[in-house]
Every structure is written in C-alpha cells, then in structure tokens.
C-alpha cells in the first residue's frame, strides 16, 4: 500500500548528521528539511538567522574541535524534522548567541521582533548566578526559568529538547564526570520532559543515549547480546509482518505493517522493574498495524487475536483510556507460532503522529506565531506544567523543589488508572493509596478526606488503588485536615507538596514558635551565643538567601522542616564572621606591622619552629599552596584576620603578588633546634612524572616504606599516551630528607621527573 496522503507519511527520522560535516552542507540539509513540509518558500528569516549567528561564533570551536555553529545548525535540523514553524528554527540557530557571544536580546529583537527573541532567552541558561549558590541551586534556577519560559511559550522546551539531543549526541568529547553529569540531568529532566510531551521520537534517544553513559556496561552487554541471535529475530518478526499484512488485506482492512526491536532503555527499565535478566523478557520487539480509523483499530485487534493467542491480562486499550501524555494505542502481547511472545501496537496515522511527536505534532508550521497553547488535547498533556508552576510558586527552597521535580518526572515510575464515581479516569503514580487519589481531585477534598470507598467498600486509607478501582472519598467538615503520617503513605508529589502546604500555612503560629525553640536548642548544643547572632542585619542575610519576606517566615519553615536550624545558624555565623573581618581593617594590620618592625627582635622559643622578625607569639600556618618544610627558604605573609602564612619564597603566589599586597611580606626563619634529633613533621607535596607500567606504584610505595614515610594522599592521571603524573602529598622532618627521598625515586625504572608543587 503506499502513502499517498500526508498524515500517512509514517516514518520522518530526526537527522543525524556524521560528526565533521561542514555548516554550508547542514545549512543546505536544513533548508532541504523545512522546504518538505513548509508551505512557504521564503527562507530570507532562517537566511539571516544563519549568518548572524556564524558571524557571532565564528571564532569558537566545539570540544571536538569543530566549528560551534554546527551545534546550532543541527538543532535548528532536528526542529524542522519535527516540522516546527519558522520561528522556532530561527530561535534554534540563536539559541546561543546571547550565552556564548557579544550579541544581545535587544538586537535579536530588533532583527527578528520580540517572538523569536522571547524563544531565545527561555532557552539561554541563567549567567547572572551568584557564586555562592552550589551546582544543585544553579541547576534548579535554570529549571525555574525554563519552565516559566515554557509556560508562556511550549516552544521552548522543544529547542531544549533539540538543543539537549545534539549535546547528548556529541557527548564522547567531554570529559567523562561531565558525561555523567549531563546524562543524568538528561535521564532526571528532558527524557520525562519529553515522554511527557508525547515526543517518542526524542524520549528514545535521549534514554538510549543516557544509559550509554550512565550505565555503559549494562548498554553494551544488551547491544551485544540483542545482536547475537539479530537474523533469527529478524526472520521471526518478518515472517509475522507478512503474516498479518496478508491476513489485513483478507479482511479488507487497508493497513500498515512494520515490525522492530524495543530500544535499549525500555528492555533495561522492563529488567529493573520486573526483577529479569535478558533472557526472561520475552516482548523484546513489537509489530506495529497503522490503519485509518479507530474502528479498524479495533477491527484489526479482532483478526489478530483469531490468528493468535493472546496472553490474558496482557491487552491494553490506550484509545479508550489516553496516556496522560494523550499516548493513544491498543497494545496486545501474543504467543506465536514456534511459542515466541510478541507484541502487537494497533493504532490509526494521526495517532501514530501524536505518538511519535506529541506536542510537536500539532505545531505544524503556525504561520500567525504565537507559541500560546491550544485548549483541549495539548492544554490536557500541560497540566503537569502548570503544576510544576504551582510549586516553583510555593517552593523558596531549590534542593526541595529540585528533587519534587525529579520524583515526579520519574522514568521508571508507572501510571495505574482509576475512575471517579461520575465515571472521570484519573492517572496516578502506580502504589498510590486514595489520599492521592483526593489530592488529585482538588485540594480541598484531600484536607477534609476522613475515608474512601473503592468498588463501593469501605477501605483503609493506607489501600494501594489498582488499575480499574472506582473510587469515592468520605468528607467531613469536622476533619481537623492532613496527618503528618500521611506524608509517608502518599506516593503522587503532588499529594506531598498540597499536604506540606497545609502545615505551612494552617499551623504558622505553631511552627513559628516550634521553629523558634529548635533555633535556641541548636545553639545551646553547638554552644553557640545565639543572642550575638540574632541581629536584624545577619536575619537579613538568612532572608535574602532563602528568600523570604519577613523573619517569622523562617521561623515557621524551620518548624515545619522546609529548613533546618543548622543552614540559617551557619549563614548568620558566616555574616558575623565577614563583619568581625571587616572591622579588622587593613590599615590597622599594616600598622601592626610597622609597629613590630620598629621593634628589637626576641627570640623566644616558638610552638611552630619559625621565628617572625618582630612577632612573638603570632599565629602561624603553612600555606598549602607550596607546602614549606625545615631547609626551605621562606617568607612571611600577614593575611586579613589570620594571622601569618608561611610561604617558601620560590611559590608562585609570593612571585606574582601584586605590589600593593607586598607591604605584607615580612622576614621569617627556621628556629634552631635546640637538640640535634627534630621531631617535627611537616606536609609537603610533590608531582612524579613517568612512564606508566605495571609494578609501578608498588615501587614508589616501597621507597616511602623502607623511609618510614607516611602517605596522606595520592592522586594518579594517566594520559592516552601512558605518561603518568602521580601527585603525592607526605608528612617529612624537612628539606634534606626529601633531597634523599627524590634521589631515591628518580632511580625506579620509569620515572621520567620529579618536581615540588610551588603553588
């Protein structure tokens, strides 16, 4: 049969272009790829969209070393494999220019107007983040704005999405803890995002490609393993694709047939779930019929099921009961002829296309713009939006609403399906009970719920719903609301977070005073003054990082446990710290100096063995950054509140400080030792370069064994050609032990050079 229409052109693969393709032939692909579906034939935005941005990165390089604008240029591929309009390929090709280069938004909205340029900055990462936010804060106030961004305009999760493809694509260039990284905020964030959106197309690649990087051994050990017995596989589901195509057309049904191997991710989350190896998972491939109307759907379902076996509680009706994701099939697993279970996917072309691209589905190239959403299917599949929405609304805390999201993004989590009593389906998470279920309805149901009803019979509340149930909840006006216990039976976040919501606000008064109580209990413990800390300019501090209005909101959160009393003591001892530093001004420290200068040098006996010129009894430490040991020449360095560092005078922080920092250098020396014998060690660190070989390592620790020397820590890289650079950090009585020590090492076989780490 051939597919004359166009919601009957099946397959469009989202391109993947080879690595090293130049940008003028991806420009062409690209051009190619919108005039296919397009209507329009004036390109002259996406023209200029092109070369402003191949000016703007011209000179930067991607990791790989080619040029940056392949990046864009692939994205702005995939947006037109998914038949976006124009205005979000434009943003595609952008979507960088104002992170990475001297391009501003003004000017992308003075050229393109403020549409493409609402796109672009949804998509750019926030850059103004203070330092002292960790990666977990910066990764959540970049979610933030990302889905605020998309609840104005959807379009920008599909550039996210498109953007986070081609990364994942070229992730063997990065370094492998950033592979990881990036993996995994894939595998937590854009997959669910994606499956949530409907785009299959993305969702499995983004998963295969996660699981290469995450779990590497697991992914090649099941590439091997499915392309073992590939052509016997292969032969089975051809012989069935003819099979049903011949027995479609004996039943008039006009139809498409195709038949594949699951992807990687979904036979390893089928392994995790189900507690299996390989070789116990039997519907590793599906056969797809694609036919016209859903009455043929189930008219196909019918001949099937006479030609097979069907294996019972094993058949799905999706069309019926629609995916959250508005996912709409008829799924029916079956035992063939030599015993083999498959499964069969029945469904019409337009859901083939919702299926494979979701939301993207019915963007189909807007020419009036606007990224608004549509009411009805599309408004259905963004409920989980505007819930997102809800809680960056009530969340001040980034961890809490960090880990909210990932927990309800879950990849491997399930959805059971249960009615209300006006005959309503509601999805939840799979081990839900019928507090979620109330939640579910509306807030309120869920504060006043006293029992539940399933089937008509009075259950526990602690129940796991299951695929099917009916259910009706009991409320009472006189329900005092939630129980905390709650919070552990609950599994749906939204449950949790309304529940948590509920203690916010109905038990302020209480919190505020409980928090209050937890604060002074955590001083006293700590021994800490909290009085010295309890000031309105440290509170503010605590407020402003938190981000709350007024003190007594603190109070409360640390009351109901949305903050522990150890973060806000902290940063209030951190802002007392800084003010006490400040007061010690600099003027009154170089005073200090000259005062002491002026003064006849003592020599009394010093706990650290260095004598100060001018200085009794000062703190003393020893920088880290050079690591000074007895025989070493060494100066010394007054630090703001700290007393004096110890530098040795070849450290690089000592050559390169500045000349206004160099009237705090001041004379030092090691103390003569009264006795012969020194009993003191000291940390000292040097870098070993060599040729890497087996017995190596064992060689070196002899060397410090037979000394009686004793490693605190050790650190080895090994580069692509073999050359090792081993850093060693060791405790030692001084100089002319480590000349000895290094003699020593640079005899073992291998060893090319040794050096001092100076800084």
């Known amino acids: 049969m051939t597919n004359d229409h166009p919601e009957k052109q099946l397959e469009r693969e989202l391109e993947a272009p080879a690595s090293f393709t130049s940008p003028e032939i991806l420009y062409k692909d690209l051009i190619r790829s919108i005039h296919k579906y397009h209507p329009s034939d004036d390109i002259t935005m996406v023209e200029r969209a092109y070369q402003i941005a191949r000016d703007a990165h011209k000179d930067q390089k991607r990791k790989s070393g080619e040029p940056y604008i392949i990046h864009p240029l692939c994205v702005a591929i995939i947006l037109a494999d998914l038949e976006l309009d124009k205005e979000s390929i434009v943003a595609g090709i952008l979507h960088d220019v104002v992170e990475d280069t001297v391009m501003t938004l003004d000017e992308i909205t003075e050229v393109f107007g403020p549409e493409v340029a609402l796109l672009v900055d949804g998509v750019t990462k926030l850059t103004q983040l203070s330092w002292s936010m960790d990666k977990v804060e910066i990764q959540a106030e970049n979610l933030r704005k990302m889905f605020l961004a998309m609840a104005k305009d959807i379009r920008v999760i599909l550039i996210k999405l498109a953007d986070r493809l081609h990364n994942m694509r070229t992730l063997e260039f990065m370094k492998p803890e950033k592979q990881k990284e990036k993996a995994r905020e894939t595998m937590d964030i854009y997959a669910p995002i994606a499956h949530r959106l409907g785009i299959s197309k993305i ?50 049904i006009d139809s498409t047939v195709d038949g594949r191997v699951k992807h990687f991710f979904s036979i390893y989350k089928k392994m995790v779930k189900q507690d299996k190896t390989l070789d116990q998972i039997y519907d590793m491939f599906a056969v797809r019929i694609i036919v016209d109307s859903v009455k043929d759907c189930y008219g196909a379902l019918g001949v099937i099921h006479e030609l097979y076996k069907p294996i019972p509680g094993r058949f799905k009706d999706y069309i019926a009961m629609p995916k959250p994701n508005m996912y709409q099939s008829l799924h029916t697993t079956l035992i063939g002829s030599n015993g083999q279970p498959f499964e069969i996917q029945i469904r019409t072309y337009e859901m083939h296309r919702t299926a494979e691209y979701g939301i993207a589905a019915h963007w189909k190239y807007k020419e009036s713009g606007s990224g608004q959403v549509a009411a009805g299917d599309e408004e259905a599949k963004l409920s989980w939006l505007r819930q997102i929405l809800e809680w960056q609304r009530d969340m001040s805390d980034n961890k809490e609403f960090l880990s909210l999201i990932k927990s309800d993004l879950d990849l491997f989590s399930d959805n059971v399906y249960c009615f209300t009593p006006s005959g309503d389906v509601k999805a939840l998470p799979s081990g839900s009970t019928p507090i979620d279920f109330a939640y579910a309805i509306h807030s309120a149901v869920g504060n006043k719920m006293v029992g539940a009803r399933v089937n008509g019979k009075l259950v526990n509340i602690d129940y796991v719903i299951e695929n099917g149930d009916r259910i009706e909840i009991i409320t009472s006006q006189n329900s005092k609301g ?243 650079t081993i850093i060693m950090t060791f405790d030692i009585h001084g100089k002319e032990e480590l000349t000895r020590l290094t003699d020593k090492l640079r005899q073992i076989e291998g060893v090319l050079d040794i050096e001092r780490t100076a800084g």
């Open 203 to 252: 969702k499995v690649e983004l998963d295969d490609l996660s699981l290469k990087y995450l779990k590497p051994e697991v992914y090649y050990d099941l590439a091997e393993k499915i392309s073992l017995n590939k052509e016997a596989r292969k032969a089975f589901v051809t012989d069935i694709v003819e099979e049903v195509r011949h027995h479609m057309a004996d039943a008039e």
């Open 482 to 724: 939630p129980s905390r216990d709650w919070l552990k039976l609950v599994k749906s976040t939204q449950a949790k977070n309304k529940i948590n919501q509920w203690f916010k606000t109905e038990l302020k008064e209480d919190n505020i005073v409980r928090g209050k109580d937890m604060i002074e209990r955590y001083c006293k413990a700590k021994g800490i003054h909290f009085p010295d800390l309890n000031k309105p300019e440290f509170m503010e501090k605590v407020m402003k990082r938190y981000a709350f209005k007024d003190w007594d909101s603190v109070l409360a959160s640390i009351g109901h446990g949305g903050l522990k009393e150890g973060q806000v003591i902290n940063k209030m001892l951190e802002a007392r710290n800084k003010k006490l530093k400040r007061e010690v001004t600099d003027a009154n420290i170089l005073d200090g100096i000259e005062e002491m200068t002026n003064k006849v040098p003592t020599a009394k006996k010093s706990k650290s063995g260095i004598v100060v010129r001018g200085i009794h009894d000062v703190a003393v430490r020893f920088s880290r950054c050079c690591s000074p040991v007895p025989g070493d020449e060494i100066v010394g360095f007054v630090t703001r509140g700290r007393g004096v560092s110890i530098h040795r005078t070849d450290c690089i922080n000592i050559i390169n400080l500045p000349e206004s920092e160099r009237v705090r250098l001041i004379d030092a020396e090691w103390q003569q030792r009264e006795s012969t014998e020194n009993k003191e060690r000291y940390s000292t660190e040097i870098q070993i370069y060599a040729n890497n070989r087996i017995g190596m390592f064992v060689d070196i620790s002899k060397v410090f064994t037979e000394r009686q020397i004793d490693i605190t820590s050790m650190n080895v890289r090994t580069s692509k050609q073999g050359k090792a």
